[in-house]
């Protein structure tokens, strides 16, 4: 079962930040919060990852509770090309031995508007 | 550089027919996972490759599905006598060691 809990759908106006949260109220200390996304008829694309501090690339900004129990995926200037379906997934980051497989919800379907 | 590609990208199949399906890891990748998607669902997880060793297939839902990686480079995704239940989104994704998994667009698979 997926750890963690997202709102089923959320709207954006194109050229407006998009601010996409997560719940991850079990999360453990060892576990990373990725975000991927998934257009719609391709494979889901790798956006994010982080621990305990704030994250940000070319692509978003991840914003971590101090708890560490919820996140908040941010997209500071949405775009209609960013419409597509957001996960949120909490899996142990590579300090640990074996593999951890991604345990995906069925996420956040943002809709960009113009 | 390039990513992870898969092949075919739509597969349609009679029931009873056996498919098999490719998946071309990003070069130097130890890792190789493959994940089935039903319409509607988030991906769910089959089977691991660490180089050419099966080391998780839990996921496979039935001894139908046979995965292999022989030279621990590109793999193949097997079902045997295809039922309607398989169709779905096959999706190989690939890692080097235990980092983030990249993912390839994906076969759709349609048993009729």
């Known amino acids: 079962d997926a750890k963690t809990t997202q709102p089923p759908s959320m709207d954006c106006a194109e050229g407006r930040a998009a601010n996409l949260p997560c719940n991850h109220s079990?999360?453990?200390?060892?576990?990373?919060v990725y975000w991927y996304r998934q257009i719609h008829s391709q494979g889901p694309q790798y956006i994010i990852h982080g621990l305990k501090n704030n994250e940000t690339n070319e692509m978003a900004s991840l914003i971590i509770t101090e708890d560490r129990k919820s996140s908040t995926l941010i997209l500071p200037h949405a775009t209609l090309r960013d419409t597509a379906v957001y996960y949120c997934?909490?899996?142990?980051?590579?300090?640990?031995?074996?593999?951890?497989?991604?345990?995906f919800g069925t996420g956040t379907r943002l809709l960009v508007s113009p | 550089g390039a990513g992870v590609s898969q092949s075919p990208r739509y597969k349609v199949a009679k029931r009873g027919q056996d498919v098999a399906l490719r998946c071309d890891p990003i070069s130097g990748h130890v890792s190789l996972f493959w994940y089935q998607q039903a319409l509607g669902q988030g991906p769910e997880f089959l089977t691991y490759?660490?180089?050419?060793?099966?080391?998780?297939k839990s996921g496979l839902p039935s001894d139908r599905f046979f995965a292999e990686r022989p030279e621990g480079s590109v793999s193949t995704l097997k079902i045997q006598r295809t039922q309607q239940e398989d169709s779905a989104v096959y999706l190989c994704?690939?890692?080097?060691?235990?980092?983030?998994?990249?993912f390839g667009p994906g076969t759709r698979l349609t048993v009729l």
């Open positions: 994704a690939s890692s080097f060691r235990d980092e983030t998994q990249y």
């Open positions: 490759f660490q180089n050419e060793a099966q080391l998780d």
């Open positions: 997934i909490v899996r142990v980051g590579e300090l640990n031995t074996g593999f951890q497989k991604l345990v």
């Open positions: 079990t999360i453990s200390g060892n576990e990373y």
